[in-house]
């Protein structure tokens, strides 16, 4: 059932047109995200990059990590694991045009949800949010 919501939350949050609050991941699959497992991830990752958006990021880790192509950019989903628990996720949001209105969005939307801690990292072209859960 989880992967179902996993593929979801993936399908909607990030196959965006253009960057609105109401596209951006909500709390309910964040909570899904902290609950996979590393094989579990991996798995829909490999399953998702058949379609046309989607594609798997080379890095150097065992964890595969996920980039969403819509048309004003691309999101990078990169989770950070610790004994295959998610410890933290990070959302790279690369924009083709990058302006301040899109930190702000994603600034407003994130620091609404309550049990999560945010760090924003912000440059010319892009913006990453490191999400951790909060004690």
Wanted: proline fraction near 1%; charged fraction near 25%.
């Amino acid at each position: 059932m989880k992967k179902l919501f996993f593929l979801c939350f993936i399908f909607l949050s990030l196959n965006t047109h253009a960057l609105d609050s109401n596209k951006l991941i909500n709390l309910d699959d964040l909570k899904i995200l902290f609950d996979l497992q590393k094989n579990d991830w991996n798995e829909n990752v490999l399953f998702l990059i058949k379609k046309n958006s989607f594609s798997k990021v080379d890095n150097d880790s065992d964890v595969f990590y996920l980039k969403s192509i819509f048309n004003d950019g691309e999101i990078i989903t990169i989770p950070i694991f610790s004994k295959d628990i998610v410890e933290k996720i990070i959302f790279e949001y690369i924009f083709l045009d990058h302006n301040k209105k899109n930190l702000k969005i994603i600034n407003n939307h994130f620091n609404s949800f309550k049990n999560f801690c945010f760090e924003y990292l912000y440059n010319d072209k892009s913006i990453q949010v490191d999400i951790t859960k909060c004690n």
